[in-house]
């Protein structure tokens, strides 16, 4: 397991692909939330105003830890932020299609997680395999 991780393709392929795959998870959950949201027909236009003011008035008790509750407050405005901009945008895309489109989006993406999560779990046994059982790999041919 040590002489994978010191190789550098294998750590380039492990961090690009959990990279892509968090950012995936991240897209299509929130393509989630905007379908259950059209389906809803009082919901309004995601605008992420109301997510950053709920976030500056419930981060009060995270002021009381110090500099460490107010990194976490600052990691948390940011990333409701970032998600905010995400919503916005795949509102913005979403908007000229169906709910039969977006519902296929969605099928799609969903998929390509579960896909992407199998494969990285593939790999990884694979690699573990190839490194505790190279020595007796003609022993376990022989027997099948």
């Keep these: 397991m040590t002489y994978l991780w010191q190789r550098s393709g294998w750590l380039g392929y492990f961090f690009v692909m959990s990279f892509a795959l968090g950012l995936l998870l991240i897209f299509t959950s929130c393509l989630d939330a905007i379908l259950v949201a059209r389906a809803d027909i009082q919901a309004l236009p995601f605008s992420g105003i109301n997510s950053r003011q709920n976030t500056v008035e419930s981060g009060d008790w995270l002021k009381k830890l ?9 990691l948390r405005i940011t990333w409701d932020n970032l998600i905010g901009k995400v919503m ?8 000229p299609k169906d709910d039969k489109q977006v519902a296929w989006t969605l099928g799609i993406g969903w998929a390509c997680c579960g896909g992407g999560l199998a494969g990285g779990t593939l790999v990884f046994a694979k690699a573990m395999c190839v490194a505790h059982l190279t020595p007796f790999i003609p022993l376990m041919c022989s027997v099948v």
């Design 88 to 95: 916005e945008f795949l509102e913005t895309w979403t908007a």
């Design 66 to 74: 110090g500099k460490v509750g107010q990194g976490l407050l600052w």
